[in-house]
């Protein structure tokens, strides 16, 4: 089972990136998905998260309003739109799926975790 998040890259601030986190070893397609993030000397922290079917979503107070989050089920593929980027979006962002339908806040929701693509947004 394997998550590869992709997209990510060197922008300045105001720019959008689009994530993507492909799935393969089986489907995720019932299964919550979720993105977090790590900046350099922080902790992971919560991005935002869908439901399996993507009728629910999630985000941080910090990026509500600027990503949106969704996916693509006959892809095995979600997504993560980044708009109006800032420097303190600046991060190695990661995707994870959790073992159930719902998506979560909480990191330990989500039993597998992608290698992460890093976003650096200059000012």
């Known amino acids: 089972v394997q998550l590869q998040a992709s997209g990510g890259g060197l922008v300045q601030a105001g720019d959008s990136l689009r994530l993507s986190c492909a799935a393969s070893g089986r489907t995720f397609s019932n299964n919550g998905m979720g993105w977090f993030r790590q900046a350099s000397g922080k902790e992971r922290d919560f991005v935002a998260a869908?439901?399996?079917?993507?009728?629910?979503?999630y985000y941080a107070d910090s990026v509500k309003g600027r990503f949106t989050i969704s996916r693509d089920n006959a892809r095995n593929t979600v997504y993560l739109q980044m708009n109006t980027l800032k420097p303190e979006d600046t991060a190695v962002y990661y995707c994870a799926a959790s073992r159930a339908a719902s998506g979560s806040a909480l990191s330990g929701w989500y039993k597998y975790w992608g290698q992460g693509t890093l976003v650096t947004v200059s000012s």
């Open positions: 869908i439901s399996w079917n993507g009728g629910t979503t």
